[in-house]
């Protein structure tokens, strides 16, 4: 595989920062045409953003395509709605113990995030997903 452990947790968070910037960006920007004001607002353009990103575009969000990364799921395919919801709903929840997910990205086995494990997905370099589906396909 092409990174290590600590290059692909630095990454994610890139990605995370990256996309949080674009969702901040577009709860600002409907906000002053006069859509999602306040606290709520921002919450749900949180909750929408990653989960609409993953599902549409195939495991990536504008961040993880910057920073070359993909979520798939066990089967090596880009994670159904349903798990694109539940890694969206636990991300505000792991927010709020920021280093401690850290910690424990760091210390799981494939380097998941709680909301990982609920899902049952994985996030991977993208160059490395052609190697897994040809691995994948030969066994």
């Known amino acids: ?27 600002f ?7 999602g004001r306040g606290e709520d607002g921002m919450l749900l353009m949180q909750l929408l953003y990653f989960p609409l990103f993953e599902y549409l575009m195939r495991g990536q969000t504008p961040g993880k395509v910057v920073f070359r990364l993909t ?3 066990r089967a ?6 349903l798990q694109a919801l539940v890694r969206g709903i636990s991300r505000p929840f792991e927010a709020a113990f920021g280093l401690i ?30 190697v897994l589906r040809q691995q994948l396909n030969e066994a």
């Open 1 to 27: 595989m092409h990174v290590s452990r600590t290059t692909l947790i630095i990454r994610r968070i890139g990605a995370w920062l990256l996309d949080t910037l674009l969702a901040l960006g577009a709860w």
């Open 29 to 35: 920007a409907l906000a002053v045409v006069g859509y």
């Open 71 to 73: 979520v798939i799921n």
């Open 76 to 81: 090596g395919q880009p994670p159904c709605l």
């Open 101 to 130: 997910v850290i910690w424990l990205c760091a210390e799981s086995r494939h380097c998941q995030r709680p909301g990982d494990w609920l899902a049952r997905t994985y996030v991977i370099d993208s160059r490395d997903l052609k």
